[in-house]
């Protein structure tokens, strides 16, 4: 298979963009717990939540998972780990809050695309590169 060569600095731009909807993410659920957990209590899909345990305290966890996991990704440390991680915590908020939802399908769709974003960083490893310079 052919390689396809792109800027580094596009990919840290990339990876840099991503990180931000998690650190904002992360940061509501730490200063708006109640308010999350409203989210969840009144999904049609509520019940994964509870699967994971009592809500107020995944809220408060994924919001810590989030801040930490968002913060590797923005500074490119462990970034496959990174984004493995966030794609955890990202597909069960998905299918608790956003499917289920038919007519506000942007949201669900805005966090399709945000795991794609995830799976472009868990697939390629930007941390171990040859550079050719001689």
Same mark, same amino acid.
């Given at each position: 298979?052919?390689?396809?060569?792109?800027?580094?600095?596009?990919?840290?731009?990339?990876?840099?963009?991503? #990180? &931000? !909807?998690?650190?904002?993410?992360?940061?509501?659920? *730490? $200063?708006?717990?109640? /308010? @999350?957990?409203?989210?969840?209590?009144?999904?049609?899909?509520?019940?994964?939540?509870?699967?994971?345990?009592?809500?107020?305290?995944?809220?408060?966890? #994924? &919001? !810590?998972?989030?801040?930490?996991?968002?913060?590797? *990704? $923005?500074?490119?440390? /462990? @970034?496959?780990?990174?984004?493995?991680?966030?794609?955890?915590?990202?597909?069960?908020?998905?299918?608790?809050?956003?499917?289920?939802?038919?007519?506000?399908? &942007?949201?669900?769709?805005?966090?399709?695309?945000?795991?794609?974003?995830?799976?472009?960083?868990?697939?390629?490893?930007?941390?171990?590169?040859?550079?050719?310079?001689?």
């Amino acid at each position: 298979m052919p390689h396809i060569l792109v800027k580094r600095h596009s990919v840290q731009v990339f990876r840099m963009m991503l #990180s &931000g !909807i998690f650190l904002v993410a992360s940061f509501s659920h *730490l $200063l708006k717990v109640e /308010k @999350t957990v409203q989210r969840i209590d009144q999904a049609k899909y509520k019940a994964i939540a509870y699967v994971f345990g009592e809500p107020k305290t995944m809220v408060i966890a #994924s &919001g !810590i998972v989030m801040f930490i996991a968002g913060m590797a *990704l $923005l500074s490119g440390f /462990k @970034t496959r780990w990174a984004a493995g991680i966030l794609a955890a915590v990202l597909i069960p908020i998905t299918l608790t809050i956003q499917v289920g939802q038919i007519t506000t399908l &942007g949201p669900l769709f805005k966090n399709i695309a945000i795991l794609g974003g995830l799976i472009f960083f868990i697939i390629n490893d930007f941390n171990n590169t040859k550079s050719n310079n001689k």
